[in-house]
């Protein structure tokens, strides 16, 4: 018996079969502590940007250079694993982490603060993969499901939980407490992984580095992301975008290629050979676009929109969160009975009509009519997520789980920073287009107008404001009002989008046919 095994078989020998929810306990608690810093500066970005005095055009890169990051780091879990082991990779990783996490909290400028975000997403690339690895290592096939419907509470309840945390901080000490209060959970999750988590698992030796995928991958995330950031001000079809969007194109193409003929490649090209496993991936590609991509939306609805302070923001998102902790584990026991595309098809048609009934929100929409489409959607997430994985990886051979686990999360990530870039986009871009409509509308022909001229002109010239000044803030309030139309119609717009892209993954989650456990 080799070295390797041997550290696994001793844990479970010194433990017993309560081991599984030790090592369980232990990665997910790095989990949660990674993940919560995904989402939880979304509400606090108003503040950020008054701090700083950034636009949204930059302030999207709070988040999504952590989830580009997050996602190249993904495929350097393998690596580090095969070369280090668990633990190491593990303990340090968060290590990194919370150094990244204490910089982020003193930032002198928003570059800082930018540079500390790439710190914490490279680093939690690399510790959210190796919950799901050690799950497939530690738990028999029948049970796999199931504990990835538990895991699954931290990867998804603590986005959600993360931004009411966030929200009461910003409002009531500071903004910089969103990135201090990742300290902790990093301290307990490197004692516990120090206790519970192997060294290097079994049938895997030292290998070379893939430098070559990794440059290929990160101008291919750096172009498509800049170009997205930067084309609605550019103008999408400017020189500067355009060879953006080429670089990524040739980029990803030369990244794929190369994977194919590396000898140690970051991320082994035959997983995508298996139907089940690729149309898994492209499921988990439109769900990470999905989840991070309104998580995103929503506190800058609601802050912008409907005029709600961060930890308003914040609270309205906790229902969901305690709905999901009820609804994953019911999932996660579901997907070890039925096939897996039943449960998957149901949570993105449930998820995909959340945010087709986000369209007809407005100023008047009340608090807990937007929870509950929150929930909506939160429930049909729940029901995504473990018999996706399960399905995807259940008829992967052993030896290329890890590749699969990697690959499956790195997928689902890179939906994620592309969800954020493209909704951010597409908000800007539909922003324009309804502020030009509505200020076509208003012309002296507008008998609408002309009585709300007289009125706003009236209530002003009784507030003392000089008769020379009635005209100027006549017209001001007029395009205060168009603005915060257009600004309400394109988020609008945005969640519609995101349901209807939904809708387009129910085609390749009915590949996904079968039970979960059965093998060839």
């Known amino acids: ?100 996490s204490f910089l982020g909290g003193i930032a002198p400028n928003e570059d800082v603060l930018i540079l500390a975000r790439v710190g914490q997403g490279t680093t939690a690339g690399i510790v959210q993969p190796l919950a799901m690895l050690m799950i497939y290592q530690v738990f028999p096939i029948e049970w796999r499901a199931r504990a990835t419907g538990i895991y699954g509470i931290g990867v998804i309840l603590a986005p959600v939980v993360g931004p009411t945390v966030g929200g009461w901080l910003t409002d009531n000490v500071n903004w910089r407490y969103v990135f201090f209060m990742s300290l902790p959970g990093s301290i307990l999750a490197i004692f516990l992984g120090l206790i519970f988590l192997p060294g290097r698992l079994p049938n895997t030796r030292p290998r070379r580095f893939d430098w070559w995928g990794l440059a290929l991958l990160l101008v291919f995330l750096g172009a498509i992301l800049t170009a997205l950031a930067n084309g609605q001000r550019e103008g999408w079809t400017s020189g500067f975008v355009l060879r953006l969007f080429a670089l990524s194109a040739a980029s990803v193409l030369a990244f794929v290629l190369w994977q194919l003929r590396c000898p140690t490649p970051l991320m082994r090209m035959e997983v995508f050979a298996n139907l089940r496993f690729s149309a898994g991936a492209l499921v988990a590609f439109i769900f990470g676009a999905g989840i991070f991509g309104t998580l995103y939306l929503i506190p800058l ?37 039925i096939s897996p595309r039943i449960p998957i098809v149901c949570g993105l048609v449930v998820f995909g009509f959340s945010n087709i009934l986000f369209y007809w929100a407005d100023a008047d929409t009340g608090f807990w009519a937007i929870a509950f489409w929150i929930i909506l959607g939160r429930i049909g997430l729940s029901f995504i997520m473990p018999s996706l994985n399960a399905g995807a990886l259940s008829r992967l051979p052993p030896e290329l789980l890890g590749q699969g686990t990697g690959s499956i999360n790195f997928v689902r990530q890179l939906g994620g920073a592309l969800g954020v870039g493209m909704l951010s986009a597409y908000v800007d871009r539909r922003y324009a287009f309804h502020a030009d409509a509505f200020v076509s509308t208003q012309n002296a022909g507008n008998s609408s107008l002309a009585a709300l001229r007289t009125q706003i002109e009236a209530l002003l010239g009784r507030s003392g404001l000089p008769d020379t000044q009635l005209a100027g803030g006549t017209y001001d309030y007029v395009g205060k009002v168009i603005a915060a139309q257009a600004n309400a119609a394109s988020f609008n717009d945005g969640f519609a989008i995101a349901g209807l892209v939904f809708a387009l993954a129910i085609l390749p989650a009915l590949i996904m046919r079968g039970l979960p456990h059965r093998r060839p």
């Open 1 to 100: 018996m080799s070295v390797d095994r041997d550290d696994l078989t001793i844990l479970f020998e010194r433990y017993g079969p309560g081991y599984r929810w030790l090592a369980t306990v232990a990665v997910m608690t790095g989990t949660i502590t990674v993940v919560l810093a995904s989402t939880i500066v979304n509400v606090a970005l108003p503040d950020i940007m008054g701090s700083f005095g950034i636009g949204l055009d930059k302030a999207q890169w709070l988040s999504t250079a952590f989830l580009a990051a997050m996602t190249a780091g993904m495929l350097l879990t393998s690596w580090f694993t095969d070369n280090f082991g668990v633990r190491p990779t593990f303990t340090w990783a968060l290590a990194v982490f919370a150094a990244s």
């Open 301 to 337: 609805f609601v802050q912008s929109v409907l005029g709600y302070t961060a930890t308003r923001a914040g609270e309205l998102l906790m229902p969901s969160g305690l709905v999901m902790g009820v609804a994953f584990p019911i999932a996660g026991r579901l997907g070890d009975m």
